[in-house]
Protein backbone atom coordinates (compact mmCIF):
# COMPACT_ATOMS: atom_id res chain seq x y z
CA UNK A 1 0.00 0.00 0.00
CA UNK A 2 0.95 3.45 -1.13
CA UNK A 3 1.81 6.35 2.09
CA UNK A 4 -0.68 9.03 1.91
CA UNK A 5 1.05 12.00 0.39
CA UNK A 6 -1.43 15.21 0.51
CA UNK A 7 -1.04 18.61 -2.13
CA UNK A 8 0.36 22.12 -0.97
CA UNK A 9 -1.90 24.69 -0.12
CA UNK A 10 -0.60 25.85 -3.78
CA UNK A 11 -1.19 22.98 -5.44
CA UNK A 12 -5.04 22.58 -4.18
CA UNK A 13 -5.63 26.50 -4.67
CA UNK A 14 -4.30 26.35 -8.24
CA UNK A 15 -6.09 22.98 -9.08
CA UNK A 16 -8.82 22.13 -6.80
CA UNK A 17 -9.28 25.34 -4.10
CA UNK A 18 -12.66 23.75 -2.70
CA UNK A 19 -14.51 20.37 -3.80
CA UNK A 20 -17.75 21.06 -5.28
CA UNK A 21 -20.57 19.69 -6.79
CA UNK A 22 -18.71 19.14 -9.87
CA UNK A 23 -16.00 17.69 -8.05
CA UNK A 24 -17.70 15.39 -5.81
CA UNK A 25 -19.76 13.85 -9.07
CA UNK A 26 -16.57 12.89 -10.29
CA UNK A 27 -16.04 10.07 -7.81
CA UNK A 28 -19.48 8.93 -10.27
CA UNK A 29 -18.29 9.79 -13.31
CA UNK A 30 -20.07 13.21 -13.43
CA UNK A 31 -18.60 17.25 -13.25
CA UNK A 32 -16.83 19.36 -15.55
CA UNK A 33 -12.48 19.14 -15.55
CA UNK A 34 -10.85 20.04 -12.59
CA UNK A 35 -7.81 20.92 -14.76
CA UNK A 36 -7.58 23.79 -17.52
CA UNK A 37 -5.45 23.02 -20.28
CA UNK A 38 -5.50 19.26 -19.53
CA UNK A 39 -3.31 17.20 -17.09
CA UNK A 40 0.01 18.18 -15.95
CA UNK A 41 3.18 16.32 -17.46
CA UNK A 42 6.13 15.13 -16.03
CA UNK A 43 8.57 18.66 -16.95
CA UNK A 44 5.59 21.05 -15.87
CA UNK A 45 6.63 22.91 -12.88
CA UNK A 46 3.38 22.32 -11.17
CA UNK A 47 3.77 18.45 -11.33
CA UNK A 48 4.48 16.67 -8.36
CA UNK A 49 5.19 12.59 -8.47
CA UNK A 50 3.51 12.26 -5.01
CA UNK A 51 -0.33 13.07 -6.55
CA UNK A 52 0.93 10.86 -9.83
CA UNK A 53 -1.09 7.68 -7.81
CA UNK A 54 -0.95 5.99 -11.40
CA UNK A 55 2.69 6.66 -11.74
CA UNK A 56 1.85 7.33 -15.53
CA UNK A 57 3.71 10.79 -15.51
CA UNK A 58 1.02 13.00 -15.40
CA UNK A 59 -1.93 14.21 -12.94
CA UNK A 60 -5.17 14.53 -14.07
CA UNK A 61 -8.45 15.55 -12.62
CA UNK A 62 -9.04 12.54 -10.76
CA UNK A 63 -6.21 12.46 -9.31
CA UNK A 64 -6.50 15.62 -7.67
CA UNK A 65 -10.02 14.72 -6.75
CA UNK A 66 -8.63 11.72 -4.62
CA UNK A 67 -5.70 13.48 -3.42
CA UNK A 68 -9.52 15.75 -1.85
CA UNK A 69 -10.47 12.61 -0.62
CA UNK A 70 -7.19 11.88 1.11
CA UNK A 71 -7.07 15.11 2.85
CA UNK A 72 -10.43 14.94 4.24
CA UNK A 73 -10.38 11.66 5.61
CA UNK A 74 -7.58 12.93 7.34
CA UNK A 75 -9.54 15.12 9.26
CA UNK A 76 -12.06 12.86 9.99
CA UNK A 77 -12.44 10.73 12.90
CA UNK A 78 -11.65 6.82 12.52
CA UNK A 79 -13.64 3.53 13.57
CA UNK A 80 -12.38 0.44 14.10
CA UNK A 81 -13.38 -2.79 12.19
CA UNK A 82 -15.45 -5.57 15.46
CA UNK A 83 -12.60 -8.24 16.01
CA UNK A 84 -14.86 -11.32 14.86
CA UNK A 85 -16.11 -12.81 11.80
CA UNK A 86 -17.57 -10.14 10.46
CA UNK A 87 -14.67 -8.23 10.58
CA UNK A 88 -13.01 -10.53 8.50
CA UNK A 89 -15.89 -10.49 5.92
CA UNK A 90 -15.16 -6.47 5.93
CA UNK A 91 -11.72 -7.16 5.47
CA UNK A 92 -11.16 -9.23 2.65
CA UNK A 93 -13.78 -7.15 0.65
CA UNK A 94 -12.14 -4.29 0.50
CA UNK A 95 -8.27 -5.93 0.77
CA UNK A 96 -9.18 -9.04 -1.21
CA UNK A 97 -11.96 -9.05 -3.75
CA UNK A 98 -11.16 -5.64 -6.00
CA UNK A 99 -7.77 -7.86 -6.64
CA UNK A 100 -9.45 -11.11 -7.68
CA UNK A 101 -12.12 -9.18 -10.03
CA UNK A 102 -9.25 -7.50 -11.76
CA UNK A 103 -6.93 -10.53 -11.67
CA UNK A 104 -4.39 -8.78 -10.45
CA UNK A 105 -4.20 -11.16 -7.28
CA UNK A 106 -1.55 -13.06 -5.22
CA UNK A 107 -2.18 -16.00 -4.06
CA UNK A 108 -2.11 -14.99 -0.41
CA UNK A 109 -5.30 -12.77 -1.72
CA UNK A 110 -6.99 -15.79 -3.27
CA UNK A 111 -6.27 -18.04 0.17
CA UNK A 112 -7.71 -15.16 2.58
CA UNK A 113 -10.64 -14.53 0.69
CA UNK A 114 -11.74 -18.23 0.44
CA UNK A 115 -10.88 -18.85 4.04
CA UNK A 116 -12.94 -15.86 5.41
CA UNK A 117 -15.59 -16.77 3.26
CA UNK A 118 -16.03 -20.12 4.04
CA UNK A 119 -15.65 -19.22 7.73
CA UNK A 120 -18.56 -16.45 7.24
CA UNK A 121 -20.52 -19.23 5.44
CA UNK A 122 -19.89 -21.78 8.63
CA UNK A 123 -20.89 -18.53 10.92
CA UNK A 124 -24.05 -17.78 9.34
CA UNK A 125 -24.93 -21.69 9.12
CA UNK A 126 -24.11 -21.87 13.34
CA UNK A 127 -25.87 -18.63 13.41
CA UNK A 128 -29.04 -19.55 11.98
CA UNK A 129 -28.76 -22.77 12.95
CA UNK A 130 -29.15 -22.01 16.87
CA UNK A 131 -31.55 -19.37 15.58
CA UNK A 132 -33.91 -22.26 14.20
CA UNK A 133 -33.02 -24.70 16.71
CA UNK A 134 -33.36 -22.78 19.95
CA UNK A 135 -37.11 -21.83 18.42
CA UNK A 136 -38.06 -25.52 17.74
CA UNK A 137 -36.45 -27.06 20.78
CA UNK A 138 -36.73 -24.62 23.41
CA UNK A 139 -38.56 -21.49 23.11
CA UNK A 140 -41.73 -22.85 21.38
CA UNK A 141 -41.63 -25.50 24.51
CA UNK A 142 -41.66 -23.20 27.14
CA UNK A 143 -43.78 -21.32 25.83
CA UNK A 144 -46.03 -24.04 25.77
CA UNK A 145 -45.31 -25.33 29.76
CA UNK A 146 -45.70 -21.83 30.70
CA UNK A 147 -49.48 -21.70 28.71
CA UNK A 148 -50.73 -24.70 30.07
CA UNK A 149 -49.80 -24.05 33.21
CA UNK A 150 -51.43 -20.65 33.04
CA UNK A 151 -54.27 -22.44 31.60
CA UNK A 152 -54.57 -25.10 33.98
CA UNK A 153 -54.58 -22.04 37.12
CA UNK A 154 -57.37 -20.01 35.44
CA UNK A 155 -59.35 -23.67 34.68
CA UNK A 156 -58.70 -25.10 38.54
CA UNK A 157 -58.34 -22.20 40.65
CA UNK A 158 -61.08 -19.85 39.32
CA UNK A 159 -64.76 -20.03 39.31
CA UNK A 160 -66.51 -19.66 36.43
CA UNK A 161 -67.53 -15.95 37.03
CA UNK A 162 -63.86 -15.06 37.15
CA UNK A 163 -63.28 -15.25 40.58
CA UNK A 164 -60.27 -16.17 42.64
CA UNK A 165 -60.25 -19.40 45.05
CA UNK A 166 -57.69 -19.40 47.56
CA UNK A 167 -58.49 -22.81 49.17
CA UNK A 168 -58.26 -24.06 45.57
CA UNK A 169 -55.06 -22.33 44.95
CA UNK A 170 -53.52 -24.63 47.80
CA UNK A 171 -54.29 -27.74 46.12
CA UNK A 172 -53.40 -26.62 42.95
CA UNK A 173 -50.56 -29.13 42.07
CA UNK A 174 -48.38 -26.74 39.67
CA UNK A 175 -48.50 -23.87 42.16
CA UNK A 176 -44.86 -24.31 42.68
CA UNK A 177 -44.16 -23.57 38.84
CA UNK A 178 -47.05 -21.35 38.28
CA UNK A 179 -45.49 -18.74 40.69
CA UNK A 180 -42.47 -18.51 39.56
CA UNK A 181 -42.90 -17.27 36.09
CA UNK A 182 -41.10 -14.07 34.96
CA UNK A 183 -44.53 -12.61 34.62
CA UNK A 184 -45.16 -12.71 38.29
CA UNK A 185 -42.37 -10.05 39.49
CA UNK A 186 -42.53 -8.12 36.31
CA UNK A 187 -39.74 -5.56 37.88
CA UNK A 188 -37.20 -8.45 38.13
CA UNK A 189 -37.95 -9.91 34.20
CA UNK A 190 -37.88 -6.06 33.00
CA UNK A 191 -34.37 -5.67 35.11
CA UNK A 192 -33.25 -8.91 32.98
CA UNK A 193 -34.51 -8.12 29.54
CA UNK A 194 -33.35 -4.45 29.47
CA UNK A 195 -29.36 -6.48 30.19
CA UNK A 196 -29.92 -8.60 27.84
CA UNK A 197 -31.55 -6.31 25.15
CA UNK A 198 -28.28 -4.20 26.50
CA UNK A 199 -26.49 -6.76 24.43
CA UNK A 200 -28.14 -7.20 21.55
CA UNK A 201 -27.86 -3.76 21.35
CA UNK A 202 -24.46 -3.14 21.95
CA UNK A 203 -23.94 -5.07 18.77
CA UNK A 204 -26.44 -3.17 16.89
CA UNK A 205 -24.99 -0.29 17.45
CA UNK A 206 -21.24 -1.75 16.61
CA UNK A 207 -23.24 -2.42 12.94
CA UNK A 208 -24.64 1.12 13.09
CA UNK A 209 -21.06 2.52 13.43
CA UNK A 210 -19.45 0.73 10.99
CA UNK A 211 -22.65 1.30 8.64
CA UNK A 212 -22.32 5.02 9.29
CA UNK A 213 -18.87 5.11 8.32
CA UNK A 214 -19.32 3.12 5.34
CA UNK A 215 -21.66 4.98 3.75
CA UNK A 216 -19.96 8.29 4.48
CA UNK A 217 -17.03 7.31 2.49
CA UNK A 218 -16.92 8.24 -1.31
CA UNK A 219 -16.72 6.52 -4.26
CA UNK A 220 -13.03 5.82 -5.65
CA UNK A 221 -12.20 8.09 -8.72
CA UNK A 222 -12.10 6.49 -12.26
CA UNK A 223 -8.66 5.76 -13.35
CA UNK A 224 -7.21 5.09 -9.57
CA UNK A 225 -6.24 1.90 -8.66
CA UNK A 226 -8.36 -0.24 -6.44
CA UNK A 227 -5.33 -0.63 -4.32
CA UNK A 228 -5.54 2.80 -3.18
CA UNK A 229 -8.80 2.34 -1.02
CA UNK A 230 -6.44 1.57 1.37
CA UNK A 231 -3.61 3.81 2.77
CA UNK A 232 -1.04 3.03 4.99
CA UNK A 233 -0.46 6.06 8.17
CA UNK A 234 1.55 6.18 10.66
CA UNK A 235 -0.27 6.00 14.42
CA UNK A 236 1.52 8.59 16.32
CA UNK A 237 1.16 8.05 19.94
CA UNK A 238 2.28 10.43 23.16
CA UNK A 239 5.25 7.75 23.92
CA UNK A 240 6.38 8.14 20.17
CA UNK A 241 6.05 11.86 20.58
CA UNK A 242 7.74 11.29 23.57
CA UNK A 243 10.88 9.05 21.77
CA UNK A 244 11.46 11.95 19.44
CA UNK A 245 11.84 14.40 22.14
CA UNK A 246 14.45 12.18 23.71
CA UNK A 247 16.25 11.30 20.19
CA UNK A 248 16.36 15.18 19.74
CA UNK A 249 17.60 16.35 23.15
CA UNK A 250 20.66 13.75 23.06
CA UNK A 251 21.23 14.97 19.22
CA UNK A 252 21.69 18.64 20.57
CA UNK A 253 23.66 17.51 23.43
CA UNK A 254 25.81 15.19 21.25
CA UNK A 255 26.91 17.88 18.85
CA UNK A 256 28.23 20.21 21.95
CA UNK A 257 29.94 17.53 24.09
CA UNK A 258 33.41 16.15 23.23
CA UNK A 259 35.26 12.50 24.08
CA UNK A 260 33.56 10.35 26.19
CA UNK A 261 30.68 11.94 26.72
CA UNK A 262 29.86 12.71 23.16
CA UNK A 263 30.67 8.91 22.23
CA UNK A 264 28.44 8.38 25.79
CA UNK A 265 25.16 10.62 23.84
CA UNK A 266 25.99 9.16 20.29
CA UNK A 267 26.24 5.66 21.78
CA UNK A 268 22.49 6.56 24.10
CA UNK A 269 20.67 8.13 20.88
CA UNK A 270 21.51 4.99 18.49
CA UNK A 271 19.23 2.74 20.95
CA UNK A 272 16.15 5.33 21.33
CA UNK A 273 16.75 5.74 17.40
CA UNK A 274 16.15 1.68 17.28
CA UNK A 275 13.54 1.73 20.07
CA UNK A 276 11.72 4.73 18.37
CA UNK A 277 12.02 2.98 14.66
CA UNK A 278 10.60 -0.70 16.22
CA UNK A 279 7.60 1.26 17.39
CA UNK A 280 6.82 3.08 14.68
CA UNK A 281 6.76 -0.02 12.93
CA UNK A 282 4.47 -2.46 15.41
CA UNK A 283 1.87 1.32 15.56
CA UNK A 284 1.47 1.38 11.42
CA UNK A 285 -1.85 1.42 10.69
CA UNK A 286 -4.33 1.47 7.35
CA UNK A 287 -7.09 3.74 6.90
CA UNK A 288 -10.05 2.85 3.98
CA UNK A 289 -10.56 6.33 2.24
CA UNK A 290 -13.30 5.12 -0.78
CA UNK A 291 -14.81 2.46 -1.58
CA UNK A 292 -15.63 1.10 -5.02
CA UNK A 293 -19.09 0.44 -5.59
CA UNK A 294 -19.24 -3.25 -5.85
CA UNK A 295 -16.99 -3.40 -2.52
CA UNK A 296 -19.90 -1.30 -1.37
CA UNK A 297 -22.86 -3.43 -2.15
CA UNK A 298 -20.90 -6.45 -0.99
CA UNK A 299 -20.26 -5.08 2.47
CA UNK A 300 -23.92 -4.04 2.85
CA UNK A 301 -25.25 -6.88 1.33
CA UNK A 302 -23.07 -9.77 2.87
CA UNK A 303 -22.42 -8.62 5.82
CA UNK A 304 -24.27 -5.86 7.37
CA UNK A 305 -28.02 -7.08 6.66
CA UNK A 306 -27.04 -10.76 8.05
CA UNK A 307 -25.59 -9.72 11.28
CA UNK A 308 -28.73 -6.93 12.03
CA UNK A 309 -31.16 -9.97 10.70
CA UNK A 310 -29.06 -12.43 13.31
CA UNK A 311 -28.49 -10.27 16.11
CA UNK A 312 -32.46 -8.79 15.99
CA UNK A 313 -33.94 -12.42 15.59
CA UNK A 314 -31.82 -14.10 18.44
CA UNK A 315 -32.67 -10.49 20.62
CA UNK A 316 -37.00 -11.44 19.94
CA UNK A 317 -36.53 -15.02 20.65
CA UNK A 318 -34.44 -14.29 23.38
CA UNK A 319 -36.81 -12.32 24.73
CA UNK A 320 -39.75 -14.50 24.48
CA UNK A 321 -37.55 -17.50 25.92
CA UNK A 322 -36.77 -15.67 28.96
CA UNK A 323 -39.90 -14.77 29.60
CA UNK A 324 -41.46 -18.60 29.20
CA UNK A 325 -38.81 -19.71 31.66
CA UNK A 326 -40.65 -21.32 34.30
CA UNK A 327 -37.90 -20.64 37.69
CA UNK A 328 -36.23 -17.44 38.20
CA UNK A 329 -33.18 -19.16 38.56
CA UNK A 330 -33.36 -20.49 35.28
CA UNK A 331 -33.97 -16.94 34.26
CA UNK A 332 -30.48 -15.73 34.97
CA UNK A 333 -29.15 -18.78 33.65
CA UNK A 334 -30.72 -19.18 30.46
CA UNK A 335 -29.77 -15.08 30.04
CA UNK A 336 -26.13 -16.38 30.47
CA UNK A 337 -26.67 -19.05 27.85
CA UNK A 338 -28.01 -16.84 25.16
CA UNK A 339 -25.33 -14.35 25.37
CA UNK A 340 -23.02 -17.52 24.05
CA UNK A 341 -25.29 -17.76 21.16
CA UNK A 342 -24.61 -13.98 20.39
CA UNK A 343 -20.90 -14.28 20.73
CA UNK A 344 -20.24 -17.12 18.16
CA UNK A 345 -18.94 -15.08 15.77
CA UNK A 346 -16.50 -13.99 18.37
CA UNK A 347 -15.83 -17.29 19.06
CA UNK A 348 -14.49 -18.65 15.63
CA UNK A 349 -12.80 -15.27 14.92
CA UNK A 350 -10.77 -15.94 18.32
CA UNK A 351 -10.17 -19.77 17.62
CA UNK A 352 -10.07 -20.48 13.78
CA UNK A 353 -8.13 -17.17 12.28
CA UNK A 354 -4.60 -17.09 12.55
CA UNK A 355 -2.89 -14.20 14.71
CA UNK A 356 -1.48 -12.46 11.73
CA UNK A 357 -5.14 -11.57 10.32
CA UNK A 358 -6.15 -10.34 13.48
CA UNK A 359 -3.70 -7.83 13.68
CA UNK A 360 -4.54 -6.82 10.14
CA UNK A 361 -8.21 -6.69 11.21
CA UNK A 362 -7.14 -4.44 14.28
CA UNK A 363 -4.74 -2.05 12.21
CA UNK A 364 -7.35 -1.36 9.56
CA UNK A 365 -9.49 1.68 10.52
CA UNK A 366 -12.35 3.03 8.24
CA UNK A 367 -11.02 7.12 8.02
CA UNK A 368 -14.37 8.94 7.68
CA UNK A 369 -14.32 11.96 5.62
CA UNK A 370 -14.17 15.39 7.65
CA UNK A 371 -16.74 18.53 7.05
CA UNK A 372 -13.75 20.65 5.80
CA UNK A 373 -12.04 21.34 2.85
CA UNK A 374 -8.79 20.71 4.53
CA UNK A 375 -7.08 24.77 4.14
CA UNK A 376 -6.93 25.56 8.00
CA UNK A 377 -5.37 21.82 8.63
CA UNK A 378 -3.16 21.82 5.98
CA UNK A 379 -1.55 24.99 7.19
CA UNK A 380 0.02 23.64 10.15
CA UNK A 381 0.68 20.04 8.40
CA UNK A 382 4.31 18.52 7.34
CA UNK A 383 4.34 16.77 4.09
CA UNK A 384 2.97 13.40 4.02
CA UNK A 385 -0.62 12.71 5.42
CA UNK A 386 -0.73 10.80 8.75
CA UNK A 387 -4.45 9.95 9.13
CA UNK A 388 -4.18 9.19 12.86
CA UNK A 389 -5.01 12.39 14.02
CA UNK A 390 -8.13 14.30 13.92
CA UNK A 391 -9.62 17.43 15.35
CA UNK A 392 -10.11 17.52 18.97
CA UNK A 393 -13.60 18.48 18.79
CA UNK A 394 -16.76 18.10 21.20
CA UNK A 395 -18.62 15.13 20.38
CA UNK A 396 -22.26 16.07 21.74
CA UNK A 397 -23.29 13.80 19.04
CA UNK A 398 -22.19 10.69 20.95
CA UNK A 399 -23.88 11.51 24.23
CA UNK A 400 -27.02 12.35 21.85
CA UNK A 401 -26.61 9.03 20.16
CA UNK A 402 -26.21 6.80 23.60
CA UNK A 403 -29.46 8.73 25.18
CA UNK A 404 -31.05 7.56 22.22
CA UNK A 405 -30.13 3.95 22.99
CA UNK A 406 -31.22 4.39 26.51
CA UNK A 407 -34.51 5.24 25.34
CA UNK A 408 -34.49 2.26 22.56
CA UNK A 409 -33.79 -0.08 24.52
CA UNK A 410 -35.95 0.73 27.44
CA UNK A 411 -38.79 1.76 25.30
CA UNK A 412 -38.31 -1.89 23.61
CA UNK A 413 -38.28 -3.62 26.56
CA UNK A 414 -41.44 -1.84 28.24
CA UNK A 415 -43.66 -2.49 24.72
CA UNK A 416 -42.45 -6.36 24.86
CA UNK A 417 -43.30 -6.54 28.29
CA UNK A 418 -46.50 -5.41 27.43
CA UNK A 419 -47.17 -7.00 24.20
CA UNK A 420 -45.60 -10.47 25.24
CA UNK A 421 -46.81 -13.95 22.91
CA UNK A 422 -45.75 -16.15 26.01
CA UNK A 423 -49.43 -15.50 27.98
CA UNK A 424 -51.71 -13.47 25.30
CA UNK A 425 -53.76 -10.78 27.41
CA UNK A 426 -51.79 -11.21 30.82
CA UNK A 427 -54.59 -10.01 32.99
CA UNK A 428 -51.93 -9.72 36.40
CA UNK A 429 -54.21 -12.12 38.47
CA UNK A 430 -50.59 -14.05 40.08
CA UNK A 431 -49.75 -11.39 42.53
CA UNK A 432 -53.40 -11.99 45.01
CA UNK A 433 -52.64 -15.93 44.07
CA UNK A 434 -48.99 -16.41 44.38
CA UNK A 435 -47.84 -13.44 47.16
CA UNK A 436 -48.65 -16.04 49.62
CA UNK A 437 -47.33 -19.12 48.34
CA UNK A 438 -43.82 -16.95 47.52
CA UNK A 439 -43.52 -16.59 51.23
CA UNK A 440 -43.62 -20.04 52.22
CA UNK A 441 -40.45 -21.16 50.18
CA UNK A 442 -38.60 -17.78 49.69
CA UNK A 443 -38.82 -17.20 53.79
CA UNK A 444 -34.97 -18.99 54.84
CA UNK A 445 -35.74 -21.38 57.94
CA UNK A 446 -32.92 -18.92 59.50
CA UNK A 447 -33.25 -15.60 58.73
CA UNK A 448 -32.62 -12.03 59.79
CA UNK A 449 -35.60 -12.14 62.11
CA UNK A 450 -33.38 -15.46 64.42
CA UNK A 451 -30.37 -13.79 64.98
CA UNK A 452 -30.09 -14.80 68.50
CA UNK A 453 -30.67 -18.44 67.75
CA UNK A 454 -28.13 -18.27 64.57
CA UNK A 455 -25.44 -16.78 67.54
CA UNK A 456 -26.16 -19.76 69.85
CA UNK A 457 -25.78 -22.28 67.20
CA UNK A 458 -22.66 -20.53 66.57
CA UNK A 459 -21.08 -20.52 69.83
CA UNK A 460 -22.23 -24.09 70.23
CA UNK A 461 -24.72 -23.22 72.86
CA UNK A 462 -27.59 -24.71 71.06
CA UNK A 463 -27.89 -26.50 67.69
CA UNK A 464 -30.23 -25.53 65.20
CA UNK A 465 -30.68 -28.71 63.09
CA UNK A 466 -30.85 -31.67 65.98
CA UNK A 467 -31.07 -35.25 64.76
CA UNK A 468 -33.92 -38.23 65.83
CA UNK A 469 -37.33 -36.67 67.15
CA UNK A 470 -36.42 -32.98 68.17
CA UNK A 471 -36.68 -31.53 64.89
CA UNK A 472 -37.50 -27.62 64.56
CA UNK A 473 -40.87 -27.62 62.70
CA UNK A 474 -40.35 -24.08 60.39
Known amino acids: MQTLMQPTEAIRAEYAPVPTEATEDMAGGGGGPLLVGGPIMVGDPRYRADLDYDGSGQIDEFELFFATILERAKEGKKVDLTDDVWGCAIYTTVADLPAIMSCNFTSEN ?38 NTYFDFHREVFSKDGSFQPSLMLKFPENSELCQFPLFDKWFTIAVLFLWCSQCFLEIRSSQRIFSGLVSLPSLPWGISHTLMIHEGLHETDSHTNLAKIELALASVGEKATGEVAQLCGAVLQMYELVSDKYTVEQSQRFLVCLTPVTRIGIFCLVLVPRMVVILALMLMGCVWLTATDRFDSLILNALALEFVVHVDNLLFSM ?100 AEIFECIMGEETCFPYGGDMIKA
Not at 384 to 410: A, N
Not at 427 to 442: G, I, N
Open 110 to 147: LLRFCYISLMSVVNLVLQFGLLYWISIYVMAPSMRTAQ
Open 352 to 451: FFPVSLHAQVENLKVAIPGEGDGQQRMATMQSGLDLSHSGQSSDKGGYYRSFFYLVLVSTFVIFFQAFQPVIPGFSQDLDEACAPFVSTWSTPRFGLDSM
